[in-house]
């Protein structure tokens, strides 16, 4: 273990224990409004490709992930019942063409009953007797078992326990403030090689190695993404060759611990001074929508308030004429910037319940005309978020204006020039505080650089 990952487990020794309380609180309400006695979270099932003997990189249910820090465990289960220990079946088999899972290890392991089985018999010999008090939450098909149980992620219980997940423990903030400090260094990483003339494969293995992830460790798939390529919003080639002329990099990536993520995107420009500096504005507009962040913003009108900061960014940068009102109207501002401000963050990149209003699970849609905005509630405190507005050459939604009055209120001669840089986009990771809000990725960056300074 090394000295920083002592010192990570050492904080969140102290943190843990009050995480798990709050999730026996969930879950004794979730139970309640089933009419349940017993919850049983499944890690999930390892599946293999189609007509192959060849298993997919193993995905944990996030639920099972909530409660433990155990990422690639498949076959094991969470028991809990109301006012008892909670109890992990830890799935160890007996098994020569692997590395077997070790035995479960950490500050963690005290919150438990921990009963290790080798079969699944046994696996499901831990299971509650009567399985109709049971409710089972986790991915069940034709070929899962349900182990009995009826009812399977039953809509109230699931309601319950994602409304809640929107806001986070203690422990998982200092989990997610982790997650941010890996990606800042390997979005570091990253700028070092685009300046050194690598290409998107190269630059993307040197971001891996910093992190300390393997493509199947991170949270999602790095956009890396140099020239036209950033204006591809979900970029996943990677050309082994550097382009022959380099103008710009985008890169949208980020990395985990103990389950939760980071998600980052920066911009570069790589000579060329009007792109640099358009990156600045972009930056300034980006962080000015952070400082509006607090408790009780609805994040739909900070959404639209964006595409007026954008508005108003156009015209400052020659792109466009005409007031904000106007852009907006003819569509302009969605031409540039099609997707939405951000989404909940935390265990899962786009985490769960971002349009739910209520425990209950009423759903409020995003504004008529931005149909991509994952996040609808109004803010509370120690809610995880992202804030990454963006500005692109789409042509395929930038040539819809043509014909229309929006067309008359682009400087094509701007877009032409900005054409071959793909488009800007700036995200960080913020968490929503009693009176405003902490950016863990700006912090992230500070202490990075603060920690590398003579």
Request: charged content about 20%; hydrophobic content about 40%; glycine content about 8%.
């Amino acid at each position: 273990m090394t000295a920083d990952n002592a010192d990570h487990d050492s904080a969140l020794e102290k943190l843990y224990p009050r995480h798990i309380e709050t999730l026996c609180a969930r879950h004794d309400h979730a139970l309640e409004q089933a009419g349940a006695r017993h919850v049983v979270i499944f890690s999930g099932m390892p599946k293999t490709a189609f007509f192959d003997d060849a298993h997919y990189p193993f995905v944990a249910n996030p639920h099972f992930l909530s409660w433990v820090p155990l990422t690639n465990v498949p076959l094991s289960l969470i028991l809990y019942t109301p006012g008892e220990t909670p109890i992990l079946v830890y799935y160890q088999p007996r098994d020569y063409w692997h590395v077997v899972p070790g035995e479960p290890a950490g500050y963690w392991t005290r919150e438990f009953e921990i009963r290790v089985v080798h079969t699944l018999e046994a696996l499901i010999a831990n299971l509650p007797q009567h399985r109709e008090q049971c409710i089972l939450i986790g991915e069940i098909d034709a070929d899962t078992p349900a182990f009995g149980i009826e009812r399977v992620n039953p809509g109230k219980a699931i309601n319950e326990l994602h409304f809640a997940r929107g806001i986070k423990t203690d422990y998982e903030i200092a989990c997610l403030r982790v997650a941010a400090q890996r990606g800042a260094r390997g979005h570091a990483a990253a700028e070092a090689a685009f300046r050194n003339g690598a290409s998107e494969f190269d630059i993307h293995c040197a971001y891996c190695q910093a992190v300390g992830h393997t493509d199947n460790e991170l949270p999602y798939e790095n956009i890396i993404a140099l020239n036209e390529h950033g204006a591809v919003l979900h970029y996943s080639g990677r050309d082994r060759e550097p382009p022959r002329d380099t103008h710009s990099f985008l890169i949208d990536a980020g990395a985990r611990f103990n389950g939760y993520a980071s998600d980052i995107t920066r911009t570069y420009a790589y000579r060329d001074t009007r792109f640099a500096e358009l990156i600045i504005h972009m930056d300034r507009m980006q962080q000015e929508i952070v400082s509006m962040i607090q408790p009780g913003v609805n994040y739909s009108e900070l959404h639209l308030q964006s595409h007026h900061l954008l508005a108003e960014l156009l015209v400052e940068t020659g792109f466009a004429v005409g007031s904000p009102a106007t852009l907006i109207a003819t569509d302009v501002t969605t031409a540039f910037f099609p997707h939405g401000l951000g989404h909940l963050l935390g265990i899962q990149v786009h985490d769960v319940a971002g349009h739910m209003i209520d425990a209950a699970g009423t759903i409020l849609d995003p504004p008529s005309g931005h149909p991509f905005l994952r996040l609808t509630r109004t803010l509370t405190e120690n809610m995880v978020l992202t804030i990454e507005p963006g500005l692109y050459v789409i042509d395929m939604l930038l040539e819809n204006l043509r014909g229309t009055p929006g067309e008359h209120h682009v400087n094509w001669d701007s877009v032409d020039w900005l054409r071959p840089f793909g488009g800007i986009r700036i995200e960080d990771d913020v968490c929503v505080t009693a009176f405003g809000c902490e950016n863990l990725t700006r912090d992230a960056f500070t202490a990075m650089d603060q920690h590398v300074a003579p």
